[in-house]
């Protein structure tokens, strides 16, 4: 039996397999022989015996049934409102759509100010063919792409939150 291996490094680890039963078939006579011979062995295995014993003799506290049952009846007599409408500011939403509209009526009116309306209706009112137009020129800066992307995903929001309030108004909940 080479109980070389069985340093007091890992005694604690090996006693708990040993007493768990999770020991190796080779090294359990080797480890019940340091438990009898080995006075620090013996002495950790009698501990951690102890605990084990403690661990398997305690049992869980737990509430009383009649105590669960007056919880879940409490919480259901609350009526708990929604997290979500009790902090969030309606005129703030509201005011944050408006400000995007009013953005996207501006570039519009910017657009159309630029146009030019004196040129007379038996000429084509473009002065180059509009086919040939390259447009990656114009939506080729990021910054234009992430402020158009930012608008698409707040105005989906803004009509979400319209459709919502529509459908509260229409099916209220009992």
Do not use: C
Request: proline letters at 3%; aromatic letters at 12%.
């Amino acid at each position: 039996m080479n109980t070389e291996h069985f340093s007091n490094e890992h005694m604690e680890e090996r006693l708990w397999e040993y007493i768990d039963g999770f020991s190796n078939q080779d090294d359990l006579p080797v480890i019940k022989k340091l438990v009898e011979e080995n006075h620090t062995w013996r002495r950790k295995y009698n501990e951690l015996l102890e605990i084990n014993q403690l661990i398997h003799t305690t049992e869980l506290e737990e509430p009383s049934m009649r105590f669960s049952k007056n919880v879940m009846e409490e919480i259901g007599r609350l009526h708990i409102a929604p997290a979500a409408s009790s902090y969030i500011n309606h005129r703030i939403i509201w005011g944050i759509g408006i400000f995007f509209m009013v953005l996207i009526v501006g570039f519009l009116v910017y657009g159309f100010g630029q146009i030019d309306w004196t040129t007379s209706s038996n000429t084509s009112s473009l002065p180059f063919n509009i086919r040939n137009v390259d447009y990656s020129a114009l939506f080729n800066n990021t910054y234009i792409n992430v402020f158009m992307m930012i608008n698409v995903v707040l105005g989906l929001m803004l009509i979400d939150r319209v459709l919502a309030n529509k459908r509260k108004k229409l099916y209220p909940q009992t």
